[in-house]
């Protein structure tokens, strides 16, 4: 069988029924529990299951069908649970919280607040810990993007110029403050694209498809838009910009560009007042 992950999904097969659980084929390991408010109805020896496997409070490798909200490799916007002379501990969607040392932080962390970590295996202990100082673990091979792709994205912190981001959970990026056209916070995650990536491979992003792709989405949508609103719509070309992105979310320059692609198909007509269905 494959080297287990701990802290990760792992297929595994069931080997044995006891009174508290299943135990599960751990190769190499030995045999691991998987307890029994985690055995799905119906469990059998011999059935295969995809489990999370972490450690117990006695550092033994438990199995869990609980999905946890990140796993070893990912970042993820934490909130702390509790606090001791050690350091922080962050719940992470499983009975056992995740440990951060006051090493990792990079402010003391408090109970209720949320904070973007990495989860790792500290290379000491092989205990699975977060940490808090994300820089580190950010990729640092070539940037792999084009102008124009679609990304995840997971908002880190805002700056004096806009956020930053984490793009596609590896590389570091930046959306600029009058490229963003709707309410982000540090934790959401959205889909973005990547708009510009400079000579020293860092990236700018935007909310917004660009260019052309960004001019045929929204143009969808203002059709769809005026076919739900009696074929008309009272924004044209001269409007404010502000009451453009009140009702559409996008920059009144992406705004012109979709009524222009409209008019050259003729499917509308640019009034004084607004625009028409054709």
């Keep these: 069988m494959e080297e287990l992950k701990l802290g990760d999904y792992n297929r595994m097969t069931v080997v044995k029924e006891v009174d508290f659980g299943m135990y599960l084929d751990g190769g190499e390991e030995g045999e691991i529990l998987l307890p029994t408010r985690y055995v799905p109805e119906g469990c059998r020896i011999g059935d295969e299951l995809n489990v999370f496997l972490y450690l117990d409070n006695e550092e033994r490798p438990v199995a869990t069908t609980q999905k946890p ?5 990912d970042f993820a916007y934490l909130e702390v649970s509790w606090v001791n002379e050690y350091g922080a501990f962050l719940n992470w969607g499983l009975m056992k919280d995740l440990f951060c040392p006051f090493r990792e932080q990079k402010m003391r962390m408090e109970i209720g607040n949320k904070y973007i970590v990495y989860v790792t295996i500290d290379d000491e202990s092989y ?98 838009y005026l076919k739900d609103n009696g074929g008309s719509c009272n924004l044209g070309d ?38 028409k269905l054709a």
């Design 127 to 224: 205990r699975m810990m977060a940490s808090a100082k994300v820089e580190h673990f950010l990729s640092k091979e070539r940037v792999p993007y084009n102008n124009g792709d679609e990304v995840d994205l997971l908002i880190w912190q805002k700056t004096d110029l806009g956020f930053k981001v984490i793009i596609d959970n590896a590389f570091a990026g930046l959306i600029y403050e009058d490229q963003i056209f709707k309410h982000i916070t540090t934790g959401d995650r959205m889909k973005g694209y990547i708009a510009c990536v400079r000579d020293d491979d860092k990236i700018d992003a935007t909310l917004q498809p660009t260019g052309r792709r960004q001019t045929e989405e929204f143009a969808d949508t203002l059709l769809q």
């Design 69 to 73: 909200l990140a796993k070893v490799g």
């Design 238 to 275: 001269k409007s404010d910009a502000d009451e453009i992105y009140k009702r559409f979310q996008v920059s009144k320059k992406a705004y012109k560009r979709a009524i222009g692609d409209l008019y050259k198909k003729h499917l509308i007509t640019i009034e004084s007042n607004g625009i």
